[in-house]
């Protein structure tokens, strides 16, 4: 049985939760495990898991043991982080938090590089959970915060204001989609199991917009704190045709996220994404 690794995030849980939950026919046996984005992003640096989401920043450094599956991940358009602050007398320039304290959800996460890749420099961090970014700002704890998944649409609720949408920035430099989250299978998987692999992710997101009825509670499960309508907005923005298969442009887009990294020095070495031949 396989172990497949991935966020409580209801894009991650509907995509997923046929596949986990034993309701595909003659599908491979999968076994769930959910954590937090920086979690999975540590795990595969440990190669734990065979199958597993991670952020598109962290993907660099575990291309010597795992390649990029087509189906499950989450690249979309005017999906990005925001950067979000508490409002102030005088409107703040993004340039002006290149100097100043920003909470963020992971070093190694997508949002962390569009960032540095938007300011043109590293800015002074406070690494926390995606889900205390919001409250910090909120009580000052933080001058700015790197927001990700469902904070998008609730932000605002914190009184906060948005700074900066790195999306609509990564759009506009490169007329690209954003690479936000990868499915990875580890190297010791062999080709014909990861084609395997990931024709049930692709039947599982299948299943799970014929058979939505059948997968909501498990969503639900996992999504305890947040309201329908946030739950909703939430998959409707994530999930999308990249989710059945990344394609040419979603390739291209995760190539040019890496070489701009790499040319802005927060790649050491160049790195070309390995894509496991499932097609």
Not at 78 to 89: D, M, T, Y
């Amino acid at each position: 049985m396989f172990t497949l690794a991935y966020s409580p995030c209801p894009n991650d849980t509907y995509i997923f939760g046929a596949l986990t939950n034993g309701l595909l026919e003659s599908a491979p046996a999968v076994h769930a495990h959910l954590a937090d984005i920086d979690e999975l992003n540590n795990a595969a640096s440990r190669a734990e898991f065979a199958l597993t989401k991670v952020s598109y920043g962290a993907v660099p450094y575990l291309m010597d043991r795992y390649r990029i599956l087509s189906s499950g991940g989450a690249i979309g358009r005017a999906c990005g982080p925001l950067l979000v602050a508490r409002p102030a007398a005088s409107p703040p320039l993004f340039s002006d938090f290149a100097r100043k304290r920003i909470a963020i959800p992971g070093e190694r996460t997508t949002a962390f590089m569009l960032l540095q890749l938007a300011l043109g420099s590293r800015p002074k961090t406070v690494q926390m959970r995606f889900d205390r970014i919001i409250p910090a700002v909120a009580k000052g704890e933080v001058d700015a915060g790197l927001i990700i998944h469902e904070s998008r649409f609730t932000y605002r609720d914190a009184g906060l204001i948005a700074i900066a949408d790195l999306g609509e920035w990564w759009e506009n430099m490169t007329l690209l989609p954003i690479p936000l989250g990868a499915i990875l299978v580890r190297e010791d998987v062999g080709e014909a199991q990861a084609r395997e692999l990931n024709l049930a992710i692709r039947r599982s997101l299948a299943f799970a917009r014929e058979h939505e009825a059948a997968v909501m509670p498990y969503v639900r499960e996992h999504a305890v704190e947040m309201s329908d309508d946030v739950m909703r907005a939430h998959i409707e923005l994530y999930v999308n045709d990249f989710s059945n298969d990344l394609g040419e442009v979603g390739r291209e887009a995760v190539r040019a996220l890496f070489a701009r990294a790499h040319d802005a020095g927060i790649l050491r070495r160049e790195t070309e994404p390995r894509f496991a031949a499932v097609s």
